[in-house]
Nanobody
Framework: QVQLVESGGGLVQPGGSLRLSCAAS????????MGWYRQAPGKQRDWVAS???????NYADSEKGRFTISRDNAKNTLYLQMNSLNAEDTAVYYC?????????WGQGTQVTVSS
């Protein structure tokens, strides 16, 4: 069983920055692609960014240039650095790992961008 715990969310002003973290249990962290997703109120959960075990990254178009996904395999931790935040980034942010046929999600961390 894999457990994922997100942290780092909060209230930030437009134009501000936040860094989210996702701590994973177990020793399998470094072997799999991980991703960040977000869900705004009343909307579906959308993919934000992903990173492979080798460190290759991909981003949704709206996040390119503003968000940076990274991982520290020694610490079993996934990160999302978010810059130039705007109101449309307000959502609950989730980390996810897929191991074979199993998909694991964290509980989410709320990010609110407001003045």
């Amino acid at each position: 069983q894999v457990q994922l715990v997100e942290s780092g969310g909060g209230l930030v002003q437009p134009g501000g920055s936040l860094r989210l973290s996702c701590a994973a249990s177990g020793s399998i962290f470094g072997y799999y692609t991980m991703g960040w997703y977000r869900q705004a109120p009343g909307k579906q959960r959308d993919w934000v960014a992903s990173i492979t075990s080798g460190g290759s990254t991909n981003y949704a178009d709206s996040e390119k240039g503003r968000f940076t996904i990274s991982r520290d395999n020694a610490k079993n931790t996934l990160y999302l650095q978010m810059n130039s935040l705007n109101a449309e980034d307000t959502a609950v942010y989730y980390c996810r790992i897929t191991i074979g046929l199993n998909v694991y999600w964290g509980q989410g961390t709320q990010v609110t961008v407001s003045s």
